[in-house]
């Protein structure tokens, strides 16, 4: 069944990244298809069929049927594909789950992607992906970047107290969190040295095979 | 079981009425426990204990753990009582509602709040929610009203192919994008008259009694 699975992605897309990586914890193989966007491959009339929103990954079911969005293409993966569950295997789990990759999401991953659009030189009138264009504020580049480095912080005390993101399990919210820690480098920004938690987190959560997808 | 988990909320809230509808839509009854943001009663030790990100609501369970973030609030809710899901009943439905209830969060309720949060005298310094202070931008205000108006008119596109927002079924995506549109008042944007198909289903999502929560 998983072998007609077609996953659209970029090699360099972090937001791809996320799902390679979920899948390679999941075991699943699926068709992947790479989206050329130095080429401008997501503005194409052929894959705007596919994703209207023009980014990348999509995830096309076996009937034709396209999934974007990150965590819904997981929540497709893991309801498709419930062995080793990465979203949580009772209700309460997959509430915590959710809560804690959403704020990986939200407050380090999205703030990266704001500092990122804003300021590079290629994605002027880019600064929000999407089929609408939007100017370039340069004041969210400073911004985003303090919102990373409070992000890492934060990331830092939660890791006192729990090994994993989402408490006493891998999950995926350390995938996220993991994402977005070397997707920060594009912005000059990494874990700084007294955030001691974090930088075992990870140390042990970059070393796992997945992460390599 | 129902009556031993409580929901903190705050009446005018939006994030909440999100919530509130859904339990509405579900035929679930939960305690609701108000916080008084008028007062910051979000920022008091006893809410950041319960949340530590300061912002309803907050839903607790049984044991006293708590689920912050609205659509982990979702999912926990409809995980415990899985009649009438609302998030999707298959593997690929609920792929799909999750890919349309986040694109109406981000692309319209994110944006009303962002546009809201950077333009009233009352938030400056509180320009994102959260324990982290942010200074507004003024930029963002205009460029907000622009994203509402844009997301209006993609979701216009959409009602004309489908009954609901995530195809055959009213499902979260509804409830997210009706709670927008009302929301999006803070910003003096209304729903255009030449967007006939969502003006269509504005009223007839409106009308449900689950709306009034």
């Known amino acids: 069944m998983s072998r007609t699975l077609q996953l659209y992605h970029a090699a360099g897309s972090p937001n791809s990244r996320r799902v390679r990586v979920f899948l390679a914890e999941k075991g699943l193989e699926l068709t992947l298809i790479p989206v050329d966007r130095g080429a401008g491959e997501q503005h194409s009339e052929a894959y705007r069929a596919i994703n209207p929103r023009r980014v990348v990954p999509s995830l096309m079911l076996e009937d034709g049927t396209t999934i974007g969005e990150v965590p819904a293409i997981m ?7 419930p062995e080793t569950p990465l979203l949580g295997a009772t209700p309460k789990d997959k509430g915590l789950v959710a809560m804690w990759e959403r704020r990986a999401e939200l407050e380090g991953f999205a703030a990266v992607m704001e500092g990122v659009r804003n300021k590079s030189a290629g994605l002027k009138g880019r600064a929000i992906a999407g089929p609408h264009g939007y100017e370039q504020i340069p004041a969210l580049v400073d911004r985003s970047v303090l919102r990373v ?8 005390e939660r890791l006192e107290q729990v090994p994993f993101i989402a408490g006493d399990q891998f999950s995926a919210a350390d995938i996220t969190a993991l994402v977005t820690i070397d997707f920060a480098r594009a912005l000059d920004v990494s874990v700084p040295d007294e955030h001691r938690s974090l930088k075992r987190w990870y140390e042990a959560i970059s070393a796992r095979p997945s992460m390599k997808a």
């Open 149 to 156: 480095k409070n992000f890492l912080s934060d990331l830092n």
């Open 75 to 81: 929540r497709y993966l893991d309801e498709a594909f």
